[in-house]
Each structure stands twice: as C-alpha cells, then as structure tokens.
C-alpha cells in the first residue's frame, strides 16, 4: 500500500514523518502542485533503481563542449529569428503608414 501526504512548512515534514515511521519513505516530490511525502508499508513496491556510470573524463569534457557549442547555435538560431521579426516588421509598416 502506497500513500501521499501534503506539507507546506519543514515542521510539517518533520511531523509527517516521525507519525509514520512504521512505514517506508520512498519518494518526495517538490512539485508546483505542492510537496508532497509518499510513504509505503513495502520497500520495494515503487524504488527504483539507480545506475551509475563511469564516463571518461575526455568524453566528458567533450560533451562539455559539444554542450557550450550547442547552446551558443541556439541563441545564435534566436537571435537570427528575432532580427527577421523586426525585419519583417519594417517591410510591413513601409508597404502599409
């Protein structure tokens, strides 16, 4: 069995948890719809599973820069949208006072 409880404040947390300490906490979320504790009386009901990984730090640094490359393109791809905006903008107003 598996239960969601809302909290607003860390005391209500705090509180939240020592009331159910016959039960496993097995997620938090802080989501906009509020923080929420989700207790189980099964550990293994919901837990999920965590890999890691060892990535080498040469692919690392180059995911890095590919990342950094990736993000520059993108506002570059922006700032072109928004010059064509104001291009289109002037043509319109010359062809229409």
């Given at each position: 069995m598996?239960?969601?409880?809302?909290?607003?404040?860390?005391?209500?947390r705090e509180q939240l948890i020592q009331s159910n300490e016959s039960f496993y906490l097995i997620e938090e979320q802080n989501i906009t719809e509020g923080n929420f504790l989700i207790f189980s009386d099964n550990p293994e009901e919901d837990t999920k599973q965590i890999i890691y990984s060892n990535v080498p730090e040469e692919v690392f640094e180059t995911l890095k820069q590919e990342n950094t490359l990736l993000k520059a393109q993108s506002q570059a791809n922006s700032d072109r949208a928004d010059f064509h905006e104001e291009v289109l903008a002037e043509i319109i107003l010359a062809i229409n006072p």
């Open positions: 598996k239960f969601k409880n809302q909290y607003d404040t860390e005391l209500e």
